[in-house]
């Protein structure tokens, strides 16, 4: 059912030509029609990175809710509804609300360029200004630079690993990069700093050091470890013993630790153990248990939205910690990212995969294309139609396998308004 904020979604989309277009100056042009409500935000966490920043944004709002505060929170891309990017004082903005902002907002731009995504933003802004909480999280889009949510005064930012990924628009190396994702430090603002390759730690420390903004680095001034089944961080302040983290798989650890530091130097340590049990964030290696794609195979069927060489890793070690099952992929990537990068980390532990596009999608790659970078990986491929249509496949041919339905977000959103 297309309902209004679908209208006007449709509409902001043909308010530029290009869908990424990294500067800031519409942003603060509309910022400043709309009377700067940037400047009158709760306290900011700002969170940029590769790898793991959703994941470790989910973790802090968790602890920062269980020690009984409230959030805003703007996450992107959604899964299956814009809804889903704006978090209101703990809660996803009503239908009636995001329908009148973004309304607001598109009156206010007017006919001037603007894109889809830095508009959307401003309304997220002008959501949060208007409404009483104690903290705002903003996830970083593209980069951090020229990035459309850095605009804002935070009070902590957070920087997840740095990877390879977007090389189109944030720079060929992973020094550039990491220049990019530092974009987001501010004057002595203090920044959490995931576990990082050293050639973009050099970067983060060199851009802080000119912003004398503090840094709390992973590995240096706090560690984090999976032992005997618990989660043991520690620095300056102490140990803390603390459940597992709810989001599967070892690569959440670290994400875990930046999530601890985080509240740690906010003052907010009693939330820790919320954000380890009570945080989620859907197609991170979720497990289906409903819906039309389960009744149809008796296979254990997981999703998630992974879509670069490092998730690709983190992915393949968290696979390789589940009971043992033969294990088939059902893959959709875009034409943006390095797929063979992706799948190579992967190939040891696949039976087989199978290549759909991804509905809807213009830079889809196509089924062929994705069979043809499965096989650079060294995995053995075959094309589907749907995704429906691999699952059955599966079901048939190979019963007791696990399905792994990944390659990317979007394809993760297809599959989650799909089955419901």
Known sequence: MTTGSDVVLDRLMSLHPKVIDLVLDRVHRLLATLDHPETRLPPVIHIAGTNGKGSTLAMIR????????????????????????????????????????????????????????????????LAFARAPADWTLLEVGLGGRLDATNVVNPRLTVIAPVSMDHEAFLGDTLPRIAAEKAGILKPGVPCIVGPQDEAALEVIEYRAARLNAPLLIHGQHWHVAEEDGRLVFQDETGLMDLPLPRLIGAHQVANAGMAVAALRALGRARGAEAAMTRAEWPARLQRLRTGPLVRAAPADIWLDGGHNPAAGAALAEALARLPARPLHLVCGMLNT????????PLAPLVEQLHAVSIPGEANTLSAAQTVAAARAAGMRAAEASSVDVAVERIAVTAPEARILICGSLYLAGHVLRSNG
């Open 337 to 344: 990212k390095d797929a063979t990068g992706y799948m190579r």
């Open 62 to 125: 968790a602890g920062l809710e269980g020690a009984g505060e409230t959030c805003h929170a703007y996450t992107s891309p959604h899964l299956a509804r814009f809804h889903e990017r704006i978090r209101v004082a703990g809660s996803l903005i009503g239908e009636a609300d995001l329908t009148r902002l973004l309304e607001e907002c598109e009156t206010a731009n007017g006919a001037d360029p603007i894109t889809y995504f830095e508009i959307t933003t401003c309304a997220a802004i």
